[in-house]
Nanobody
Framework: QVQLVESGGGLVQAGGSLRVSCAAP????????MGWFRQAPGKEREFVAA????????LYADSVKGRFTISRDNAKNTVYLQMNSLKPEDTAVYYC????????????????WGQGTQVTVSA
C-alpha cells in the first residue's frame, strides 16, 4: 500500500508559478513511477505529467509541455510538479498517483492516488 499526500496548491494569477508536492512515506517510493493528473469541475480527470523511478524519463501532456516540470527526490520520498506561466485553464484539483513499472498516461493504469490539492489560476 502506498499513501500519497499532495500539498502546495493555492491561488495564483495568470502568468505566475506554483509548485505542488506529493509525499509518499515509506521505503518503497523509489520502486514506483509517479504521475500527476488534474480534474476541473465537470470534466474528466486528465493526464498532466509522469516520471519514472529514477527521474531520467518524463512524459508531459501537450497542454503543459514547456510550462510544467515534473521531478522527484527519492531521498525525500517526494515528487514535484513545478508549474510556470499558469493559465486560467490550468485551474483544477491536482492529483498525484503511483504505479509499478513504467510511467503511463491513463488514469486506470495507476494503482494509488492522493486526495488532491486545489490549484486556482485567476485571469
Amino acid at each position: 500500500q502506498v499513501q500519497l499526500v499532495e500539498s502546495g496548491g493555492g491561488l495564483v494569477q495568470a502568468g505566475g508559478s506554483l509548485r505542488v508536492s506529493c509525499a509518499a512515506p515509506g521505503r518503497t517510493f523509489s520502486n514506483y513511477a509517479m504521475g500527476w493528473f488534474r480534474q476541473a469541475p465537470g470534466k474528466e480527470r486528465e493526464f498532466v505529467a509522469a516520471i519514472n523511478w529514477s527521474g531520467r524519463s518524463t512524459l508531459y501532456a501537450d497542454s503543459v509541455k514547456g510550462r510544467f516540470t515534473i521531478s522527484r527526490d527519492n531521498a525525500k520520498n517526494t515528487v514535484y510538479l513545478q508549474m510556470n506561466s499558469l493559465k486560467p485553464e490550468d485551474t483544477a484539483v491536482y492529483y498525484c498517483a503511483a504505479r509499478s513499472g513504467w510511467p503511463m498516461t491513463r488514469v486506470n493504469e495507476y494503482d494509488y492516488w492522493g486526495q488532491g490539492t486545489q490549484v486556482t489560476v485567476s485571469a
